[in-house]
């Protein structure tokens, strides 16, 4: 079996995230995630769980959420932050925002996110998405 076109996918996967279409996000990345063989497993991973933390945070299931936005943080961290073309810097900051704000409220805010609250994933250079190695 062939592997999937990483550029085609993981760009599906941030336009889902960007519109917060965060389950449909999880799945495009899903699919890297699925046949990759480096590194890059474990990055795309990170992706993963913290589209799944804000589908669980727009789903009101939060006790998921923590836990997702912990696991993805400890994922990510040895990656720098513009990673495979994609600037998350703010995702990152917004996810560890979004885990005290359930922990300030013990896993269980009264009030949910707005649209504005949720984070973007940027590109400073739409040319540089791609795995970091040709042997992904």
Request: overall charge negative; aromatic content about 12%; proline content about 7%.
């Amino acid at each position: 079996m062939s592997k999937p076109d990483f550029v085609t996918h993981f760009t599906a996967g941030m336009d889902h995230f960007n519109r917060r279409e965060f389950w449909e996000a999880h799945e495009a990345w899903e699919t890297l995630w699925l046949a990759a063989e480096t590194d890059i497993e474990q990055f795309l991973q990170g992706m993963i769980q913290i589209a799944a933390a804000y589908h669980h945070v727009q789903r009101g299931t939060y006790r998921g959420a923590g836990r997702l936005f912990d696991a993805a943080l400890k994922r990510l961290e040895p990656f720098p932050p513009v990673f495979c073309g994609v600037d998350r810097g703010a995702v990152e900051k917004a996810s560890r925002h979004h885990l005290a704000w359930l922990a300030a409220a013990g896993g269980t805010p009264n009030e949910r996110l707005s649209s504005a609250e949720y984070p973007i994933l940027t590109v400073p250079d739409a040319g540089a998405i791609a795995p970091p190695s040709l042997q992904w």
